[in-house]
């Protein structure tokens, strides 16, 4: 049982950019705590945090993980995330399990674009928030210059709560604001007296604050997002570790305010977004925000205990499967390692090894009181990659494969699609999937080829024509005969396919005009001019021949067919191109780089809008011209755009590049012949 209640605990994830130091700042905690009885180097691929074969090969953080360790008599879970924006979603992951974000900073480099985004992601979901401004060992660091940035970019509640002895070899230690000797003690106190009307006001009469009256807004300011602190830390040098800690364990929010969650009692998810407060709601609670597939361990769910309590053999209810069952034993994760705990209470972050059944994102509740969350907000994969076994015969293998690596990635997805027939994986950056597909590689020994999705075009045509077609084949026996006459008509976007039967006379026998349909569907399917499937036309069979003997159902499918290509042929054929709604992100100095780039890509900009420092674009641009877009933005932006894109509707392509499309599908099928 546990020894200290929910009041006791407080969850912390450490986000922020790659070579801030997060896991360095992790380790060294946990080697001051008496976790690890040494540190590593994430350089030299010896970290204890970072110690998946695959960190320590590319030599950064790529998975979140749970570590926990006591200090002052409270238990602080951390939650370590990767900094490359590649990997955000794993961030995103660890923000969903605690009630504290930790944005940890380079004191070298200052706030970039992906911070303030990490910044932000933590805003929008209502955690309290601390800046840790990492490396003040550096050379030329400016302490100033960063607070004032911080303050610019991420908010005017930053106010330093300590600051550096020093900086670069010099430094030694920090010092705190409130015991004076600095310029930002009065700022300090102002922030902080303004969070109580009865502070504010014996402070504007006496012009100061006890140290004792102001200690208790602390936690108050950060629950309502009214005061955010920032922190100076040094974790090569050891500076800063234990006043980190202290100000977690004192004035970080506990699980007793909750996180924040939009969820509802009942069956189905609410959008109120309110914190679910464990003294309120004894009945358990709790939400599984990440899946590990380990080929070795077996599945297992990282789940953080919202309210009430559980242990081993319990009976829980999953909505999702909508039938209780009976929960395993609860493990408290310690990076790789796992210890059995009889029961887990409001705010522990726990792990449930062999729950098949489980999938990111279920909520675990109880039958008598159920309750239910919503799915944890990710960014949309915007990168695809065509993806095939390279042995042939293990596309069975790859399908497994991939699948448990789709159960533990959320931002990472795969599925077929269903005109080109290609398995496409998708991911937020090529990186990403490079990664994830090197692990399917590694865990799961399946190696694959890769290539650019073809991108699922379409065919119609602009003008009204007839088509005629006659199938005769005599081979000895009973022969083979047919013969159609057509018509094919454009219809509006999105309308799809029309089949008329407009004969008379009985030149085509009724019963042979499904085959003819299923002909010219055939064919559809298949496209006519460039490979690609075509839509939004109407097709009417109104004259033909039979032959009482030799007509069948097949000669008549076949010259449905030819017949239906002779009409299409002469109907003024063009090529239709899926068209996304695209909006990218990017800092004010590389807005006209990118609307340079975005009218090279056949892109239409429909609209501008600042946003902090920030201009977002907004424009319609072919899917085929922004397939590689990930890479490209990162070249033009060094790395500080983004962008989401979503299907808009088909246009018609341009006569040139179908005129190019055309000729490499002919090409290839005489390639076929050949």
């Known amino acids: 049982m546990a020894k200290y209640g929910s009041a006791d605990i407080r969850n912390v994830a450490l986000c922020g950019p790659s070579h801030a130091g997060k896991t360095t700042l992790l380790e060294a905690m946990l080697k001051g705590a008496g976790v690890f009885q040494k540190t590593g180097s ?97 050379d030329n660091v400016d302490v100033d210059k960063i607070i004032s940035q911080a303050q610019e970019v991420l908010g005017s509640t930053l106010v330093p709560w300590n600051l550096p002895d020093g900086t670069g070899d010099a430094i030694a230690g920090v ?59 040094a974790a090569e040098k ?72 559980v242990e081993a053999d319990q009976m829980v209810l999953n909505p999702r499967v909508g039938k209780p069952e009976k929960m395993p034993a609860p493990m408290r994760p310690q990076g790789k390692d796992h210890d059995k705990i009889e029961k887990a209470i409001a705010g522990d972050i726990i792990v449930l090894g062999k729950a098949e059944s ?89 190696e694959v080829t890769t290539h650019v999705p ?29 013969e159609v006459h057509l018509r094919v008509a454009p219809k509006e976007r999105g309308t799809g396919f029309e089949f008329k039967d407009e004969t008379f006379g009985g030149s085509i026998p009724k019963n042979f005009l499904p085959a003819i349909e299923k002909g010219v569907v055939d064919q559809m399917s298949k496209g006519v001019v460039a490979g690609y499937t075509v839509v939004d036309l109407e097709v009417s069979v109104y004259d033909g021949k039979h032959h009482d003997v030799d007509s069948d159902e097949h000669s008549f499918k076949k010259a449905g067919a030819r017949a239906f290509v002779d009409a299409f042929e002469k109907a003024k054929p063009i090529l239709l191109e899926p068209v996304v709604d695209l909006e990218v992100a990017v800092p004010s100095r590389f807005m006209g780089d990118i609307n340079s780039d975005l009218n090279g890509r056949r892109g239409r900009i429909h609209g501008m809008e600042a946003v902090g420092d920030m201009q977002v674009i907004k424009a319609q641009v072919p899917l085929k011209e922004v397939q590689t877009y990930a890479a490209d933005l990162r070249s033009i932006t060094q790395g500080e755009g983004s962008y989401t894109f979503e299907f808009s509707h088909y246009d018609m392509v341009p006569a040139n590049v179908a005129q190019e499309l055309i000729a490499a599908h002919k090409a290839g099928k005489t390639e076929e012949e050949d």
Not at 185 to 203: C, F, H, N
Request: glycine residues 8%; hydrophobic residues 40%; aromatic residues 6%.
């Open 42 to 138: 994430v350089q030299d691929g010896t970290s204890q945090v970072d110690y998946d074969p695959l960190e320590r090969e590319k030599k950064h953080t790529i998975f979140a993980k749970v570590f926990h360790l006591t200090h002052k008599k409270r238990e602080i879970n951390f939650i370590d995330s990767p900094g490359y924006p590649d990997y955000v979603g794993e961030a995103l992951t660890a923000m969903n399990a605690v009630e504290t974000v930790a944005l940890c900073v380079s004191a070298a480099e200052g706030i970039s674009f992906h911070a303030q985004r990490l910044w932000n992601e933590a805003g929008a979901a209502r955690r309290a928030r601390m800046l840790v401004v990492n490396r003040t060992d550096a």
């Open 175 to 233: 010092k705190e604001v409130l015991d004076g000797g600095t310029g930002w003690k009065e700022t300090l106190v102002e922030a902080l007296v303004s969070l109580d009307d009865d502070a504010m006001e014996r402070y504007l009469e006496s012009g100061e604050a006890s140290v004792d009256e102001l200690l208790p807004l602390i936690k108050q300011g950060m629950a309502q997002e009214t005061f955010t602190p920032i922190l100076f830390t």
């Open 238 to 309: 050891g500076a800063g570790l234990t006043e980190l800690l202290d100000f977690l364990a004192k004035d970080a929010p506990s699980p007793v305010r909750g996180p924040y969650f939009s969820g509802s009692d009942g069956v189905e998810p609410s959008d109120d977004l309110h914190p679910i407060d464990p003294n309120e709601r004894t009945d358990f609670v709790g939400r599984v925000f990440k899946t590990v597939a380990d080929p070795f361990v077996g599945r297992l769910s990282f789940v953080r205990v919202l309210a009430g309590e």
């Open 358 to 446: 489980l999938e990111t994102n279920d909520t675990l509740t109880v039958e008598k009181a159920p309750m239910v969350l919503p799915r944890m907000a990710m960014p949309s994969p915007m990168v695809a990659l065509a993806v095939t076994p390279t042995k042939h015969g293990e596309e069975q293998k790859l399908a497994t494969g991939l699948k448990k690596i789709v159960s533990e990635d959320v931002t990472f997805t795969t599925d077929r699609d269903p005109q080109t027939g290609e398995l496409i994986a998708h991911g937020v950056s090529p990186l990403h999937v490079e990664t994830q597909l090197h692990r399917l590689k590694t865990n799961y020994k399946v």
């Open 454 to 482: 073809r991108v699922p075009m379409r065919e119609t045509v602009m003008a009204n024509a007839e088509g005629h077609h006659r199938h005769k084949k005599q081979t000895g026996g009973r022969g083979q005969f047919a």
